[in-house]
């Protein structure tokens, strides 16, 4: 059975990687990751904040609830998906290294599952740094290097997962790009940021890094 469920993933991934976001979105420990990460940073109500990376939306609606989001993705069926789930939301086709915003517009910046996959993690990080007002935050969320199989098996254990569920967070673990804290903050030295927090979930798997921008 666990085969079925890791060719089902294979085969989306290559022929509809939008539709595999989108079943991925709305698993529940998925859900619960992002909700419980943006829960942590205490963010004020109806701060103005520039999601990037939005993919169909998984944060989207939960984030248009309390704030003024705007939500972007370079994939135009992406935003295409999200705007059909979320037509109320602000969302628009956009490159993480070229975001169309003036300067110091947005009170936060966050971006989940981006900074470890973009090519040129220093310019992304630039880019964040001149869209977010000064002393704003911008919040990074990616896969942490250093957990590892048996780190997997402890926490599918406790979380006691079945199915497309279990498999798509085994999947995650195995494809993802993953990125070290330490290479984290040598690209943060580069920019004017400072680490305000880190965060990590799901057992360690992931780190949730919010740092405040100074312009």
């Not at 169909?56 to 705007?83: C, E, F, N």
């Amino acid at each position: 059975m666990d085969y079925f469920y890791s060719l089902q993933i294979f085969l989306l991934s290559l022929f509809q990687p939008s539709k595999l976001f989108e079943k991925i979105n709305a698993l529940p420990w998925y859900q619960g990751l992002l909700e419980e990460w943006v829960e942590d940073n205490n963010l004020p109500e109806k701060s103005h904040v520039l999601e990037i990376g939005s993919a169909t939306g998984a944060l989207s609606h939960y984030l248009a609830s309390k704030h003024k989001l705007v939500s972007v993705d370079r994939s135009a069926k992406m935003i295409k998906r999200a705007k059909e789930k979320h037509s109320y939301i602000d969302f628009r086709v956009a490159d993480a290294l070229n975001l169309p915003f003036d300067d110091t517009v947005f009170d936060v910046v966050l971006a989940s599952s981006l900074i470890n996959v973009v090519d040129n993690k220093q310019e992304a990080l630039d880019e964040m740094l001149r869209v977010c007002k000064k002393d704003g935050k911008v919040m990074l969320l990616f896969p942490l290097e250093g957990f590892d199989d048996d780190d997997l098996l402890k926490l599918g254990s406790k979380m006691e997962l079945k199915g497309f569920s279990k498999m798509a967070l085994a999947m995650w673990h195995k494809l993802a790009k993953k990125m070290s804290l330490e290479s984290l903050e040598l690209l943060l030295k580069e920019s004017n940021f400072k680490i305000l927090s880190t965060q990590t979930y799901l057992g360690g798997m992931v780190a949730g890094v919010v740092v405040e921008a100074h312009v």
